[in-house]
C-alpha cells in the first residue's frame, strides 16, 4: 500500500511542479487555430466531394 501511496504522491508533485502549463491567452489562440484549420479541412472536403459526385453523375448518364 505504501507503493501506490508513494506513486500517488509523486504524480501529484509532478503535475505542479514539472508540468508546463499553458497560459489561457495561449490555450485560446491554439483552439481558435485548431477550429479554424478543422472548418477549412471541412469545407475542403466537402467542396471534393460535391465535385466528385457532379463529375460521377455526368460520368454515369452518359
Known sequence: ?????DF???SYQE???KVNW???ANLTNQTTLVLV???I???LIGIMD???????KVF???
Open 41 to 43: 479541412f471541412a469545407l
Open 15 to 17: 503535475m505542479f511542479t
Open 1 to 5: 500500500m505504501k507503493k501506490v501511496i
Open 50 to 56: 460535391f465535385g466528385f459526385e457532379s463529375l460521377l
Open 60 to 62: 454515369y448518364n452518359l
Open 22 to 24: 499553458p497560459t489561457g
Open 8 to 10: 500517488i504522491n509523486l
Open 37 to 39: 484549420a478543422s472548418i
